[in-house]
């Protein structure tokens, strides 16, 4: 008996390895034959999903994209062209590697503090034709994405490559563009048209925001733009309804517009798009989706969760905050400033354009203080203001145009440091090619160093290299108080550029084009609606001791006053620990609450129709109480900013009513007791 038992114990023991070798067999034999395969990635609530060669044609690699089950994008193709590489033929899935994240990371320099980082992930090695092509995708609750990875190869080196995106749709959905990329146009800073998406034209920016339905709202964006060219679209050709990105060619000289930055002159060079060493993987191809504008806005973390963890250990010297234009470039102006900004909770002055010289004179020399005569007759002693800045606990930002920072970036960043300032604001930036990808974000590196904050203007859109690098703390690419952008524009801002990060909108307060844009206490409310852990203050007005300027070179020039209602750009943070959308009509109306600590502030911008607005306090703790001191436009108070202020009692059970008028605006502090 004791015979016969272990007989078929061993027997059975054998079947088992048999069964394991087996199973072994059938995944190995799945993994590097499913050329006929579907491969499906879904994100961890299971409600965004994206699809991988769906569809007949193997010999293109195609993905598809669906929200709750809806399919918002239909099969579309990823096509890569190169020289080096022949990208054709049948596309076969050699192996495959699924992974699952779900982590949180937390920020000082964000809208949450806490930001969630929840992913399926899936990569794929393909061959297409002789080419090896990887393609790594993730699924987020948020949005999906993907990236591809040329590996190494046949002894190849490095490859010249070209990369088109063919989008198609089923209905020619409404899209909210920039303006056609053409010789003297801003895009980065233009205004926004709502349009078909078969009138879309040639360099609409990221992120383009798509209405698929009342309750979808997509967007198409791009994440760890570092050391490639910059992805933008144009209406397509590969369905009735489709969209195409593309990649900018090489620019081998520009000229650009003295005032406004917008290139009036360039030479492009044909050819491929980008020029990588193998191996390399692209930036990420991202599709942010949400029901509403609102969602698209609260859960815009995407784009910096498809970057890399911050590189800088101690980042205790990065500093947010808020800063005022120092005008007069005098060293008396600027002790004024520094005054001021210290006594009003402000932590930065700057020193804009004219300070070493015409800034669009490539002579021009940023190791010096060599004033230009149109801005300031001075004088300007730099060392002396950071001196007494330090004292004051004011930090001093220096604006420096491109072409010095391209000539001398290597010399003005340890010269600025002996000089005590604490971070630079690039001017007139290149942005678009590879090149000039490539030198912005090496000089951002380059700036952490130092330990100098960063502000680029003009162009450049972030794609989340500021969870990399913190230091970037923000960027233009807007189109901000500059360019008197009434109410109704701002709130198309509000959910388009602000889905790819910090805008710096440089608000301004007492300057009559506040007038022609909105209101004063709509003016307040760009301090909440447009996130910037740089906010720039009261930007065409000066401190009330400092000289007077009478030479029209900043504007309108006003003098910063006492109104009552200033105690608000006194205590709101620019940095936050929680964010919620409590009203999102593009175009017409927003509210966002954003909390630091225990404290909410609440920001409200209205368009040109009188809007009834209810602000639904639940986003509060429950059994507890607070004063909310609200701030909103009359005209029977006799300040020449006419803002009323009152305070009430809230509780999260509070629904307060309030009547906007056209272009008016509101803000709130509400503190717990």
Same mark, same amino acid.
């Given at each position: 008996?004791?015979?016969?038992?272990?007989?078929?114990?061993?027997?059975?023991?054998?079947?088992?390895?048999?069964?394991?070798?087996?199973?072994?067999?059938?995944?190995?034999?799945?993994?590097?034959?499913?050329?006929?395969?579907?491969?499906?990635?879904?994100?961890?609530?299971?409600?965004?999903?994206?699809?991988?060669?769906?569809?007949?044609?193997?010999?293109?690699?195609?993905?598809?994209?669906?929200?709750?089950?809806?399919?918002?994008?239909?099969?579309?193709?990823? @096509?890569?062209?190169?020289?080096?590489?022949?990208?054709?033929?049948?596309?076969?899935?050699?192996?495959?590697?699924? #992974?699952?994240?779900?982590?949180?990371?937390?920020?000082?320099?964000?809208?949450?503090?806490?930001?969630?980082?929840?992913?399926?992930?899936?990569?794929?090695?393909?061959?297409?034709?002789?080419?090896?092509?990887?393609?790594?995708?993730?699924?987020?609750?948020?949005?999906?994405?993907?990236?591809?990875?040329?590996?190494?190869?046949?002894?190849?080196?490095?490859?010249?490559?070209?990369?088109?995106?063919?989008?198609?749709?089923?209905?020619?959905?409404?899209?909210?563009?920039?303006?056609?990329?053409?010789?003297?146009?801003?895009?980065?800073?233009?205004?926004?048209?709502?349009?078909?998406?078969?009138?879309?034209?040639?360099?609409?920016?990221?992120?383009?925001?798509?209405?698929?339905?009342?309750?979808?709202?997509?967007?198409?964006?791009?994440?760890?733009?570092?050391?490639?060219?910059?992805?933008?679209?144009?209406?397509?050709?590969?369905?009735?309804?489709?969209?195409?990105?593309?990649?900018?060619?090489?620019?081998?000289?520009?000229?650009?517009?003295?005032?406004?930055?917008?290139?009036?002159?360039?030479?492009?060079?044909?050819?491929?798009?980008?020029?990588?060493?193998?191996?390399?993987?692209?930036?990420?191809?991202?599709?942010?989706?949400?029901?509403?504008?609102?969602?698209?806005?609260?859960?815009?973390?995407?784009?910096?969760?498809?970057?890399?963890?911050?590189?800088?250990?101690?980042?205790?010297?990065?500093?947010?905050?808020?800063?005022?234009?120092?005008?007069?470039?005098?060293?008396?102006?600027?002790?004024?400033?520094?005054?001021?900004?210290?006594?009003?909770?402000?932590?930065?002055?700057?020193?804009?354009?004219?300070?070493?010289?015409?800034?669009?004179?490539?002579?021009?020399?940023?190791?010096?203080?060599?004033?230009?005569?149109?801005?300031?007759?001075?004088?300007?002693?730099?060392?002396?203001?950071?001196?007494?800045?330090?004292?004051?606990?004011?930090?001093?930002?220096?604006?420096?145009?491109?072409?010095?920072?391209?000539?001398?970036?290597?010399?003005?960043?340890?010269?600025?440091?002996?000089?005590?300032?604490?971070?630079?604001?690039?001017?007139?930036?290149?942005?678009?090619?590879?090149?000039?990808?490539?030198?912005?974000?090496?000089?951002?590196?380059?700036?952490?160093?130092?330990?100098?904050?960063?502000?680029?203007?003009?162009?450049?859109?972030?794609?989340?290299?500021?969870?990399?690098?913190?230091?970037?703390? #923000?960027?233009?690419?807007?189109?901000?108080? @500059?360019?008197?952008?009434?109410?109704?524009?701002?709130?198309? #801002?509000?959910?388009?550029?602000?889905?790819?990060?910090?805008?710096?909108?440089?608000?301004?307060?007492?300057?009559?084009?506040?007038?022609?844009?909105?209101?004063?206490?709509?003016?307040?409310?760009?301090?909440?609606?447009?996130?910037?852990?740089?906010?720039?203050?009261?930007?065409?007005?000066?401190?009330?001791?400092?000289?007077?300027?009478?030479?029209?070179?900043?504007?309108?020039?006003?003098?910063?006053?006492?109104?009552?209602?200033?105690?608000?750009?006194?205590?709101?943070?620019?940095?936050?620990?929680?964010?919620?959308?409590?009203?999102?009509?593009?175009?017409?109306?927003?509210?966002?609450?954003?909390?630091?600590?225990?404290?909410?502030?609440?920001?409200?911008?209205?368009?040109?129709?009188?809007?009834?607005?209810?602000?639904?306090?639940?986003?509060?703790?429950?059994?507890?109480?607070?004063?909310?001191?609200?701030?909103?436009?009359?005209?029977?108070?006799?300040?020449?900013?006419?803002?009323?202020?009152?305070?009430?009692?809230?509780?999260?059970? #509070?629904?307060?009513?309030?009547?906007?008028?056209?272009?008016?605006?509101?803000?709130?502090?509400?503190?717990?007791?």
């Amino acid at each position: 008996m004791k015979i016969k038992l272990h007989v078929n114990l061993l027997n059975m023991f054998l079947l088992r390895i048999k069964y394991i070798i087996f199973l072994v067999l059938v995944v190995i034999s799945s993994s590097c034959d499913q050329s006929n395969d579907v491969i499906e990635l879904s994100s961890p609530d299971t409600s965004k999903k994206i699809i991988f060669l769906e569809g007949e044609n193997n010999n293109n690699v195609t993905f598809s994209v669906y929200y709750n089950n809806q399919k918002v994008i239909q099969t579309s193709v990823l @096509e890569l062209l190169s020289e080096e590489l022949n990208f054709s033929g049948k596309v076969t899935v050699e192996q495959i590697e699924n #992974t699952t994240v779900n982590t949180s990371w937390n920020s000082r320099f964000s809208e949450l503090s806490t930001i969630p980082d929840n992913y399926n992930q899936t990569k794929i090695y393909l061959k297409q034709g002789d080419a090896k092509l990887n393609i790594i995708a993730r699924a987020y609750n948020e949005g999906v994405a993907f990236s591809y990875e040329i590996p190494e190869q046949n002894g190849i080196e490095k490859i010249g490559l070209s990369e088109n995106i063919h989008y198609n749709f089923s209905e020619n959905f409404p899209v909210w563009s920039t303006p056609k990329r053409e010789k003297g146009v801003l895009t980065a800073q233009g205004k926004y048209s709502k349009i078909p998406m078969t009138e879309l034209q040639e360099g609409a920016d990221r992120p383009l925001l798509i209405e698929v339905s009342d309750d979808i709202k997509i967007a198409l964006a791009e994440a760890q733009l570092v050391d490639y060219a910059r992805m933008s679209f144009d209406k397509g050709n590969s369905s009735e309804y489709s969209i195409v990105s593309t990649l900018d060619g090489k620019t081998e000289a520009l000229k650009q517009d003295e005032i406004t930055g917008a290139v009036v002159e360039e030479n492009k060079v044909a050819g491929a798009r980008v020029h990588k060493k193998l191996p390399f993987q692209s930036p990420w191809r991202v599709v942010m989706m949400g029901e509403n504008y609102g969602e698209l806005l609260e859960n815009n973390y995407l784009i910096q969760n498809l970057n890399p963890p911050s590189e800088i250990a101690d980042d205790s010297w990065i500093k947010p905050g808020k800063v005022l234009r120092e005008t007069t470039l005098t060293t008396q102006g600027a002790f004024a400033a520094i005054d001021f900004v210290s006594s009003h909770n402000m932590q930065y002055i700057m020193f804009d354009a004219g300070w070493y010289g015409n800034e669009m004179k490539n002579s021009s020399d940023a190791t010096t203080v060599t004033l230009d005569p149109k801005r300031s007759k001075g004088p300007l002693d730099m060392q002396a203001v950071t001196a007494y800045g330090k004292e004051r606990g004011v930090g001093l930002i220096l604006y420096v145009n491109r072409r010095a920072l391209e000539k001398q970036l290597d010399v003005i960043l340890p010269l600025f440091k002996e000089w005590g300032v604490a971070g630079i604001k690039f001017g007139f930036v290149r942005v678009g090619d590879q090149d000039a990808t490539a030198w912005m974000h090496e000089a951002i590196k380059k700036a952490a160093k130092y330990g100098m904050i960063v502000d680029v203007h003009d162009e450049y859109r972030p794609t989340g290299f500021s969870r990399t690098y913190p230091n970037l703390l #923000t960027q233009e690419g807007i189109r901000g108080d @500059e360019e008197s952008v009434p109410n109704d524009h701002t709130l198309i #801002t509000m959910f388009t550029r602000t889905l790819a990060g910090a805008s710096d909108n440089t608000v301004c307060y007492y300057n009559s084009r506040v007038d022609k844009m909105g209101s004063h206490a709509s003016q307040l409310a760009k301090t909440i609606c447009i996130f910037s852990p740089l906010q720039f203050l009261y930007w065409y007005d000066k401190a009330p001791a400092a000289p007077i300027k009478e030479d029209g070179l900043w504007g309108d020039t006003k003098t910063i006053g006492n109104e009552p209602e200033l105690e608000f750009f006194n205590n709101v943070p620019t940095t936050w620990d929680e964010t919620k959308v409590l009203k999102a009509e593009i175009g017409e109306v927003g509210v966002i609450a954003r909390r630091k600590g225990n404290d909410w502030f609440v920001g409200g911008i209205n368009g040109t129709t009188p809007h009834e607005v209810e602000v639904d306090f639940s986003f509060l703790e429950p059994n507890k109480k607070y004063i909310a001191k609200v701030y909103t436009d009359d005209e029977t108070v006799k300040t020449r900013t006419q803002v009323k202020i009152e305070e009430i009692e809230v509780s999260n059970k #509070t629904k307060q009513h309030l009547s906007l008028k056209s272009n008016n605006g509101f803000v709130m502090q509400i503190i717990q007791q």
